[in-house]
């Protein structure tokens, strides 16, 4: 991890642009707005770049890092047009801009940001359709009029097909935020339908009229937007896109250096090989290289299976005994993960004197937890993301819902417990620290069958180094009091801390009735978990090479849950057959429900 001070980056060059917002051409009162209510004295170097780009109407991808600002690329310069219609634009002209995003709290986020700019822009309204909110009361938003939209797919196209009162024949700009996201999540029919239906595909049907009061026409412009803009949302730029330009970072970093942006017409980012297609495509991000921010410290800690839990909870507690206030985000592959861990962090206690358990018990957590996964009630996750935005101190346990957009400020360290998916699900998780040349350290476990998924990172730019774990182990009080007691080279699994420790887990997760229930939901959709993943990543994750006995030790059991073979060969098989039938970028949805939190069947979130 980095030390203070010594890895600390100064916000400054890398990030911010030698520029003013007014020099982009931005309307005066929104660069005031920019500097008054959100703090902003100078654009990032996305910014700088691309504003000018869009104010100018042409149709944009935006491919950059995390944390570099890239909601206010597209903001300010739809809220600068808005506010210069003469007459003003009024409620009953409708939508005219649309924010499409993946999840509920990205929606609820940007909808938040809009708010803040347009304080001295009344006329212009804001408004947010999402999966999980009232219908009702959006229709009423609805049929009063928004002129800026921010929504997730499944619900605004429910709408669109639904709320007749909805006035969209002004639409002038639709943006999707975290493009490729939104097509991995199997929202591609529902991106196809709505583009159909507001008339932005191109050579789509022309758009209808809904009796609203007609403004001027002016071209529609089309914005797509993400940290890992790849081959996957190809087909989504062909459809939705007319000669668009990329702003994107073109240089392979150099150490500690960020990259500089430069903007090309998507024509030259065919790929060779892509003979058949008549479109220009996108590169794939193992040919690219994700944009990772420069001062992040990545590093990984390989872990016997076995071992696992233990080893979370120790570096969990040394970083909050480094550093009490601080904010760290752990990421989990599915919602009764989330659960298990968050109970166990919550109720777990050891004595002081763990190895004879004579002392007097104390929590082993005792700072504030949240926890954040698809399967909350929307009050509860709306309650976790704000409580988690706003403390100075926390632990937040979560799955990849919270991987895309959020912005939470200052959070010091990510940690992947569960192994994300592609490289790209690893940039977003990681770029939720280190946001805007903060410092910020990422830790990923791995077990020893699984370390070629560092040589997959390494494909895509990304490398990791590796965190000294033993130092950590041999700093809690049994080692650190008995030095004699640890041999110089004891596996990890028979060091005298992660002996006491897990004992310790096994024995309290086996006297509560509940915990052990929780233990073992969370065991089987782990394994269920780990066989959906998919392509290259299957060679790495076999649930064949695992033993399912220390699978079991992970989630502090004894024993091996006896149900579970069965449940997890039923899901590959499924898995399998799911794969044939649901190739590329478009494919369509496989679960019903609430989508947002459905990663399709590779993983609940
Ligand atoms: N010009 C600016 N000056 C200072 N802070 C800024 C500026 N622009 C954006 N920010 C802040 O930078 C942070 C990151 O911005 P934002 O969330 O838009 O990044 P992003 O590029 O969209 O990240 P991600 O790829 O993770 O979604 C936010 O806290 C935002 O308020």
Known sequence: ????????????????????????????????????????????????????????GKHVLVNAATG??????????????LQ????????????????????????????????????????????????GENRSKEKARLR???????????????????????????????????????????????????????????????????????????????LLLSATLNEKVNHLANISLENPVLVGLDEKKSSGEMQKP????????????????????????????YNLPAQLIQTYVKVPCGSRLVVLLSILKNLFQKEPSQKIVVFFSTCDAVDFHYSLLSEFQLSSDAESGTQQKQKFFSGKLLRLHGSMEQEGRRTSFQGFKTDKSALLLCTDVAARGLDFPKVRCIIQYDSPG???????????????????????????VEMDYLKDLEKHGVSLKEYP?????????????KPQHVKKFVPLELHPWVLILQRALESFIGAEEKMKQMAKDAFCSWIRAYTAHRGDLKRIFMVKRLHL?????????????????????????????????????????????????????????
């Open 1 to 56: 991890m980095a030390k203070k001070g010594e890895e600390e980056k100064s916000k400054g060059d890398d990030v911010f642009a030698s520029c003013t917002f007014s020099s982009l051409g931005l309307q005066s009162t929104l660069c005031d707005e920019l500097k008054d209510k959100m703090g902003y004295e100078a654009p990032t170097v996305v910014q700088a770049k691309a504003i000018p780009l869009i104010l100018s």
């Open 68 to 81: 570099t600002g890239k909601t206010i690329v597209y903001l300010v310069p739809l809220i600068h047009h």
């Open 84 to 131: 210069m219609y003469n007459p003003r634009i009024e409620r009953s002209h409708g939508t005219m801009a649309l924010v499409l995003v993946p999840t509920r709290e990205l929606c609820i986020q940007v909808y938040e940001i809009l708010q803040k700019l347009l304080h001295r822009f009344h006329w212009i309204v804001p408004g947010f359709v999402m999966g």
């Open 144 to 222: 009063k009029g928004i002129s800026i939209l921010v929504a997730t797919p499944g619900r605004l196209l429910d709408h669109l097909k639904n709320t007749s009162s909805f006035v969209h024949s002004n639409l002038r700009w639709i943006i999707f935020d975290e493009a490729d996201r939104i097509l991995e999540l199997g929202f591609g029919k529902e991106i196809e339908d709505i583009l159909n239906v507001l008339g932005s595909k191109k050579n789509g049907s022309d758009d209808k009229t809904d009796g609203a009061s007609k403004l001027p026409k002016f071209p529609r412009q089309n």
């Open 262 to 289: 430069s903007h090309k017409h998507l024509g030259d980012l065919i790929s060779n090989d892509d003979v058949e297609s008549e479109q220009p495509t996108l590169k794939s991000g193992s040919d690219a290289g």
């Open 422 to 448: 592609d490289a790209s699900e690893y940039v977003h998780r990681v770029g939720r620290t280190a946001r805007l040349g903060e410092r910020g350290d990422a830790l990923l476990f791995l077990q020893p």
């Open 469 to 481: 774990l033993l130092k950590v182990l041999d700093s809690f009080p049994i080692t650190a009091q």
């Open 549 to 605: 006995g220390h699978v079991a030790k992970s989630f502090g059991l004894k024993d091996q849950p006896s149900m579970v073979g069965r449940a997890f060969q039923v899901q590959a098989k499924k898995n399998k057959k799911d794969l044939k039938h649901h190739k590329g970028p478009m494919r369509k949805r496989k679960e019903s429900g609430k989508p947002e939190h459905n990663q399709s069947k590779r993983r609940k979130q």
